[in-house]
């Protein structure tokens, strides 16, 4: 079983830079695929990102593809989404979430998930 944490959202102009944080609980850590998955009022649950336990090949949504990287770090089971030039339409609650999926890429792939941190993006 893995306990997630997110941290790091918040408010940010467009074009700027947020880094989101999980903090991740468990003893088989190096196991799981983790992605980072948003949602919006009124629009579908969206992987934004997801990065393989080989930790090798990320996945990103289109909307992500060039702005946003994904990284994990297994000794300190942390993982992290960088995002940059960051516009209106990034804002929503993102998800850290674990799969036992080696490559997930829908949100039915995950079975554990944070809480969630707010990510605003004010124009």
């Known amino acids: 079983q893995v306990q997630l944490a997110e941290s790091g959202g918040g408010l940010a102009q467009a074009g700027g830079s947020l880094r989101l944080s999980c903090a991740a609980s468990?003893?088989?850590?190096?196991?799981?695929?983790m992605g980072w998955l948003r949602q919006a009022p009124g629009k579908e649950r969206e992987v934004v990102a997801a990065?393989?336990?080989?930790?090798?090949?990320?996945y990103y949504a289109d909307s992500a593809k060039g702005r946003f990287t994904i990284s994990r770090d297994d000794a300190e089971k942390m993982v992290y989404l960088q995002m940059n030039s960051l516009k209106p339409e990034d804002t929503a609650v993102y998800y850290c979430?674990?799969?036992?999926?080696?490559?997930?890429?829908?949100?039915?792939?995950?079975?554990?998930w944070g809480q969630g941190t707010q990510v605003t993006v004010s124009s």
């Open positions: 468990g003893r088989t850590f190096n196991g799981y695929s």
């Open positions: 990065i393989p336990w080989t930790g090798r090949s990320a």
């Open positions: 979430a674990a799969s036992v999926v080696t490559n997930p890429q829908r949100g039915d792939d995950f079975y554990y």
